[in-house]
Nanobody, 114 residues
Framework: QVQLVESGGGLVQAGGSLRLSCAASGSAFRINGMGWYRQAPGKQRELVASIPRGDTTNYADSVKGRFTISRDNAKNTVYLQMNNLKPEDTAVYHC????????WGKGTLVTVSS
């Protein structure tokens, strides 16, 4: 069974930066196909960044140019560097596989104040 543990969230002012981490464990884990999702209060979960295959990365238009997804294969860890944060980035952030999701972790809360 795969466990996903997200961390790195917090309270930051608009324009600030945070780096989220997603540590995965379990023999079934495969780092290819991992993505970062977020869910704001009252809204549906949305995919904001992913590594669909190889070194290819995809981003939602709302975060393009501000967020960067990366991974450390040896550590089974996926990161999300978030720069120039905006109040609308406030949400709970989760990582998961975009093709065959594992059980969802608790996520990490990002709050951006104006």
């Amino acid at each position: 069974q795969v466990q996903l543990v997200e961390s790195g969230g917090g309270l930051v002012q608009a324009g600030g930066s945070l780096r989220l981490s997603c540590a995965a464990s379990g023999s079934a884990f495969r780092i290819n196909g991992m993505g970062w999702y977020r869910q704001a209060p009252g809204k549906q979960r949305e995919l904001v960044a992913s590594i669909p295959r190889g070194d290819t990365t995809n981003y939602a238009d709302s975060v393009k140019g501000r967020f960067t997804i990366s991974r450390d294969n040896a550590k089974n860890t996926v990161y999300l560097q978030m720069n120039n944060l905006k109040p609308e980035d406030t949400a709970v952030y989760h990582c998961n596989n975009i093709y065959a999701p594992f059980s969802w972790g608790k996520g990490t809360l990002v709050t951006v104040s104006s």
